[in-house]
């Protein structure tokens, strides 16, 4: 799906993950579920592009619903995978703290899981070797994205601002779709490590120069971080 200049999403509100689209090449941002492989390849030949185009993949966070398909393009394509130091680890597939659920309707939730089902969620293959990154690196990937630290949903969470695509992709550090309740807009993600961390960290990107907001499960949030940050802010106090 094409959102705007040299920005493109696959997946759904459910679970999606970006493209970033320049002569240069293409930066992957997350890897959704391993069956996102075949929207990926399907979208790149839209674009007129192939997975030879793709210079690096980012990954927001550790989470194996982020994870899909980053070891297939490191291992079989040679496309360096990023995550910051902190979910090194996790990306790697070391454990993580188990997290209260908190709220859930039975109707979203058996839709999330049966998604990803059917998108072989249920069989992760964790990245064998990835390129750590911190606060404030700017990578050498198409875009230059830079990073920006945002531990909360996990230690190592992180938003990726691409001034040339006008986005910040914000992972789980928000939603705008919580994949429990069905609710939508924006709002904390669920399987937070520590709810208040994250809270604080929207801080972090509410005065960023951006147009797009662009969370890993949800609607693309089309407007200024701020606003998406308030509404965030305004559904924790609820």
Partial sequence: MNLGPHLHRIGNDIVAAYLVDLPDGITVIDAGLPGHWHDLRAELAAMGRSVDDIRGLILTHGDSDHLGFAERLRRDHGVPVYVHAADADRARGGEKPKNEIGPKRIGP??????????????????VTEVIDVADGDVLPLPGAPRIIGMPGHSPGSIAIHVPLAEAVFVGDALTTRHVLTGRTGGQPAPFTDEPSLALESLARIEDIDASWVLPGHGTPWHGSPRDLVAAVRSAAAE
């Fill in 109 to 126: 939730m058996l839709g999330f899981f049966a998604y990803a089902l059917r998108k072989g969620g249920m069989r992760t293959t964790y």
